[in-house]
């Protein structure tokens, strides 16, 4: 197993849980939250700094610099000059890299489809789901949420995050077709079927590289 498998998804689309599962099933590292510690350990942000900034951009140029008064760990000029949230996104990155370089592994969101854009050996996923699957879901793994208007807006909500960030930081749009090798409706076949699946793909990637 030489493959890097990236994992772009919608909220409740169960893409997290498949992403796990491929890992399990292939032997290699899962990186999702676990890579907000890696980049937070090497950047020399603290972790809640950067998991506030996770997958989200912000604009709003107050916070950036209010922010900035705690940031340290890169000196260049035009690194000190950038706005927190472009520095955390560049930790990350560095991150990604890092760990792609360490051997195959799943890797959820981030941009790291873009990051490792020039890996030959890299596999980008993108998993999504019926309206109705994911508000299922999402009601099932969150205790608080009991309506299915607060699943929808709660997944409303962090889909457009997720669009955001990606679009923002990267040179694709994000859950198009055309950004990835290969897009999948999990509320099709269900988690387990869906894993099965791209374990095929991934196998058949692997012996035709």
Known sequence: MNTIITIGRQFG?????????????FGIKFYDKELL??????????????????????NS????????????????????DMPISHKIFLAQFDAIKKIAKEGPCVIVGRCADYALSDYQNC?????HADEQTKIKRIMSRFSD?????????????????????YNYYSSKKWG???????SINSGILGIEGTVKLL???????????
């Open 13 to 25: 689309s169960g893409g997290r849980e498949i992403g796990e599962k491929l890992a399990e099933h």
């Open 37 to 58: 510690s890696r980049a937070a350990q090497e950047s020399g942000f603290c972790e809640e700094m950067i998991q506030s900034h996770d997958e989200r951009p912000t």
């Open 61 to 80: 140029f107050l916070y950036n610099l209010v922010m900035d008064t705690y940031s340290f760990g890169y000196n260049s000029s035009s690194f000190v």
């Open 123 to 127: 596999l980008n996923i993108f998993i």
């Open 145 to 165: 949420i009991t309506s299915e208007q607060k699943a929808r807006d709660m997944m409303n909500k962090k889909d457009k995050s997720r669009q955001s960030y």
């Open 176 to 182: 198009r077709a055309d950004s990835y090798d290969l």
């Open 199 to 209: 374990i095929q793909y991934i196998e058949d990637f692997e012996t035709k590289r």
